[in-house]
Every structure is written in structure tokens, then in C-alpha cells.
């Protein structure tokens, strides 16, 4: 279980990072890919290949409502991490924060991107702040013993001609950590490009 913790609390770190390192990209109008090579800490390295989307949506439902990104005006980015102490400590995903940074979502699977690649979620997690249309809430992957599913991201098509990542992602999110805490499905769709 230390273990899982541990990919949990690595997978956060890393999405909610990234959020914030997009944005400031995004709001910057910083082009340059080498910038995605920062280090995040002395064993997290970034890829070459974390890549702020220039194009494209990533739709987010939830509870019957339906959140969209558009990397035209809002930060989404996808990013490859890995441990430099474990090759075995992959990790990809998607992450995202809109203009007004009241919204952000991040998802993340353990491993190797590829195309038509299916992987298990190893974190996620959905924001809405103050100052969103409606009232805010956080949600996070719930990781209780009993739970077996945790979620899926279906990777169609990476980094071919102008299509950064192409798929389809499910997970399930908490509003808290109690072991009684409702659970709810997000469900969602990502189209992003690169020119």
C-alpha cells in the first residue's frame, strides 16, 4: 500500500505542476518545448516530449454536467514523466487549467504512450474554484480497499502529423478521503493538436 501511496501522491504532484506550468506558458505565449525540460525535482525528470497543446478540446463530464477546455485560450498540455532512480516509474497523462484559473483537471496512467494504448488511471483529479459559473468542488481519484476500477485512459492516436493525443478517459472521483464518501464517474474525450 506504501507504495500505491506514494505513485498517488507523485501522480498529484506532477499533474497539479504541470497545471501551473502550462498556464504560465499558455499566458505568456512561451512557444519554446525545451522550457518543458525543467527539472521538477532532483528524481523527476521531464520529458522532451511534454507538449502544450496549440489546438483541440478536452471535455469533462461529471454529475450530468459537461466542463470543456480549449487549448486555443486555455492551458492543456501532456506530459510524459519518469523517475531517473526506476525506469519502471513511468508515468503520461493530460493536464489542464483554463484562462480565468478557476478550472483545472489532470489525469495520469503509469507507463509507456503509444497509439491504441488502454492504462489503468494512477491519479486524477477535477477543480472548480471560486469565481466558476457555478459553486467550486474538488474531486480526486478515490482509493479505497474495496474498489478494484479505478479508471481508464484509451489512448486512439500520439504525436502522429498534427494530432498530439487522441482518446478517451473514464475515473472514479471523491469529493473527500472518508470511506463513505459518495463516488462519482467522469467521463471524457480529448482531440488535441499540434500545429
Known sequence: MRGKGFTYLLS??????MAVFASCQ???????????????ADSV?????????????????????TYIFDAS??????????DDSDDK???????AINKEHNMSFGISSSGYVHDNKNG????????LGPG??????????SKYAGQKDFGNIHIDKY?????????????????NEKADAPVYKIEGTFDLKLK
Open 120 to 127: 489503468d488511471v494512477a491519479g486524477s483529479q477535477f477543480l
Open 26 to 40: 499558455k499566458d505568456s505565449d512561451v512557444k519554446d518545448s525545451s522550457a518543458a525540460k525543467t527539472s521538477v
Open 73 to 82: 485560450k486555455d492551458s492543456i498540455a501532456f506530459i510524459n514523466v519518469h
Open 159 to 175: 504525436n502522429q502529423d498534427s494530432v498530439l493525443a487522441k482518446g478517451t478517459f473514464h475515473a472514479w472521483l471523491s469529493p
Open 89 to 95: 516509474n513511468r508515468y503520461y497523462g493530460i493536464t
Open 132 to 141: 466558476y459559473k457555478t459553486e467550486g468542488f474538488q474531486y480526486s481519484l
Open 45 to 65: 525528470v521531464m520529458s522532451p516530449a511534454n507538449i502544450l497543446a496549440v489546438a483541440g478540446k478536452l471535455s469533462v463530464t461529471i454529475k450530468d454536467s
Open 12 to 17: 498529484i504532484f506532477v499533474i497539479t505542476f
